[in-house]
């Protein structure tokens, strides 16, 4: 996953004595529906990963991502770069810059260069510390003491369109009857084709008809679960996948980058045993999939 242009510089904002004005203008502009990200590191915390929960956290993912993974580690950095991506996020502020151990920095600019995000680290002293300068020396930065001008990189240049309004709270426990699932723990065991299969459009001979596709109320729910409850992008793309193709998670598994036609809008899933109606192409709707 690279940008299509080249990132922009990196920010530096320098606060010297440390005023409370920009940790609360950067705050305030933290708006998720809005591309703009504002992370404030947890305090008395050094680890890469800590730092990547923390950022998880402000996209609103849970950060702990279910499952095991190799030597316990978990893929935090990748999750948190594949949502912002997929939010998409255009602008990232990192308050208490100057605490960061030149790892954490490094992480930071490794997110930047991968996803393009215009990143500000705001230094709350009169000058960079030598972890933050050594790190910096990789990356293509500028400097400003200006309040003004570090307000502009924590919000950005004003969007003409008006400001999105906030997911509105539904309640946290209700339950989402949706058919769509219904297949999505089974017992079929397709693997993913060696060769190039570009398979027809599926012909639902051997499963129910195409699921119904959800009203707009019901996506909105769907999407705002995907995002508020789903802190690993590649269950979430599962979940949203299965709710217009009623595939099992194990089909769901045998579908590759090259598989997505981004012309015809279709969807290739793999199935060479035949378990249920071969490898077929589906249509993605608009809707959850998309959001």
């Known amino acids: 996953m690279f940008p299509a242009a080249p990132p922009p510089p990196v920010t530096v904002v320098i606060d010297p004595g440390d005023d409370a004005i920009h940790t609360h203008t950067a705050l305030a502009a933290h708006h998720l529906l809005s591309g703009r990200i504002t992370l404030h590191p947890g305090p008395g915390t050094t680890s890469e990963t800590g730092l990547a929960h923390d950022l998880l956290a402000a996209l609103g993912k849970p950060p702990l991502l279910p499952g095991r993974f190799p030597a316990g ?23 208490r810059a100057h605490r960061l151990t030149a790892r954490r920095t490094m992480r930071l600019l490794q997110l930047h260069a991968l996803t393009g995000v215009h990143l500000t680290l705001v230094c709350h002293r009169p ?18 003491a200006d309040f003004e001008a570090a307000r502009r990189h924590y919000y950005g240049t004003p969007a003409a ?5 906030d997911e509105p709270a539904g309640p946290a426990g209700r339950w989402l009857t949706l058919p769509a699932l219904e297949r999505l723990i089974s017992y079929d ?8 299969c570009t398979p027809p459009l599926i012909a639902w001979r051997h499963r129910p008809p195409p699921p119904a596709p959800p009203t707009a109320p019901t996506a909105q729910r769907i999407a705002h679960r995907l995002h ?19 595939a099992s998670l194990q089909q769901l598994a045998t579908a590759r980058s090259r598989d997505y036609d981004d012309a015809a809008a279709t969807l290739a899933l793999h199935d060479q045993a035949r378990y249920t109606d071969g490898c077929a192409a589906y249509p993605v709707h608009p809707g959850p999939a998309s959001s």
């Open 127 to 144: 000058h960079p510390p030598a972890a933050l300068h050594q790190a910096l020396q990789t990356a293509d930065y500028a400097i400003t």
């Open 73 to 95: 580690r978990q893929p935090a950095w990748e999750a948190a770069t594949a949502w912002i991506a997929a939010l998409p996020v255009t602008r990232l502020t990192v308050l």
């Open 161 to 165: 369109e008006p400001r999105p309004a």
């Open 228 to 246: 508020a409850a789903t802190a690993h992008p590649r269950l979430a793309a599962a979940l949203a996948t299965a709710l217009f193709t009623g």
């Open 189 to 196: 065991s397709p693997r993913p084709c060696a060769d190039p």
